[in-house]
């Protein structure tokens, strides 16, 4: 079964509100987690990655924050543009040659 | 950089048909990986690849064959292909944890 998922299948969010998007994992020996961005009809891009011995990473516009308490990963976006409206996927990975595991991932729909 | 790509875009096959899906990636990366996407599901690993010559089986394997004879391809075979095959594939290499995903071939088998 899978180790990382989502809570909602879809989110759907004001342009220029903040976003979160939610993710639970189960594996406590997952070490590495990354959030990926995919837009209709292409690859998964890589926007933000953190380690377990972090609990908060910033890039432009996105914030991760990982809670290993209760095994809780979440993204943030500001100010949230259309350019924004794709499916999110959380992965984790233990640093096993076998790579990362994937959750569902949640589609984010922006309203003008 | 290309990057990962990925050849073809998209292909319908007959049952029975093989083919072969071609993965190609200039970032010298040793670890390669090969995923299938279903419809509203995540990516599931079917083999991988840690540097020329090695290959291992992922999660969802049966159905499929890989080589790996250089650094730069990692193609994936479908000898028999099957309905249940219909799916998106995503072929990625690894630098460090991260992994960079190519723009996917759309298999449709019929």
């Known amino acids: 079964g899978e180790s990382v998922g989502l809570h909602l299948p879809t989110l759907s969010v004001q342009e220029g509100d903040n976003s979160i998007i939610n993710c639970a994992y189960s594996?406590?020996?997952?070490?590495?987690f990354i959030w990926y961005k995919q837009e209709s009809g292409k690859g998964p891009q890589f926007i933000i990655d953190?380690?377990?011995?972090?609990d908060k990473r910033q890039g432009q516009r996105v914030t991760v924050l990982l809670n290993k308490t209760v095994k809780h990963l979440s993204l943030q976006i500001a100010a949230t543009q259309p350019g924004d409206s794709a499916v999110y996927f959380c992965a984790e990975g233990s640093g096993g040659a076998d790579g990362l595991t994937f959750g569902k991932g949640t589609h984010l729909i922006i309203q003008p | 950089n290309a990057g990962v790509t990925q050849t073809p875009k998209f292909r319908i096959l007959k049952i029975g048909q093989s083919m072969t899906l071609q993965c190609t990636q200039d970032?010298?990366?040793?670890?390669m990986y090969w995923y299938r996407q279903d419809p509203g599901m995540g990516l599931k690993l079917i083999y991988y690849?840690?540097?020329?010559?090695?290959?291992d089986k992922g999660e969802v394997p049966n159905g499929y064959n890989v080589s790996r004879s250089t650094t730069e391809d990692f193609p994936l075979r479908l000898e028999l292909a099957a309905p249940s095959q219909t799916s998106v594939y995503f072929c990625a290499s690894r630098f460090q944890e991260t992994q960079y995903f190519g723009p996917g071939t759309r298999l449709l088998v019929l």
């Open positions: 594996n406590s020996a997952s070490d590495y």
């Open positions: 953190i380690r377990s011995n972090m």
């Open positions: 970032m010298n990366h040793n670890y």
């Open positions: 690849s840690v540097g020329a010559g090695i290959t």
